[in-house]
Nanobody
């Protein structure tokens, strides 16, 4: 069974930090490009960051550059997103997504709430 399980979300104060994790199982994690996507209340999906299969190529939305780091650990079949200096308008459900030429998979999401 294919699974992507996000964790690490929660309530954080503005300018605080969180580290999200996405644990993959049921498919060959190292063969998939990975990305984080978020959805704020009442809004559409918003791409956050992406990492290629080799882990050497990473991409960030302009709003995330300089304060976020995406990474992956193939030994643990897990992807991470370190987010710093979080802002209230970044309150959203954060999803991880795995993509190959043939298949793509979504996790169930983890809630991030930025509020004082």
């Amino acid at each position: 069974e294919v699974q992507l399980v996000e964790s690490g979300g929660g309530l954080v104060q503005p300018v605080g930090s969180l580290r999200l994790s996405c644990a993959a199982s049921g498919f060959t994690f190292s063969n998939y490009d990975m990305r984080w996507v978020r959805q704020a209340p009442g809004k559409g999906l918003d791409w956050v960051s992406a990492i290629k299969t080799d882990g050497g190529s990473t991409y960030y939305a302009d709003s995330m550059k300089g304060r976020s780091t995406i990474s992956r650990d193939h030994a643990k079949n897990t992807m991470f997103l370190q987010m710093n200096d979080l802002k209230p308008d970044e309150t959203a459900v954060y999803y991880c997504h795995a993509n190959s030429d043939t298949y793509n998979y979504w996790g169930q999401g983890t809630q991030v709430t930025v509020s004082s």
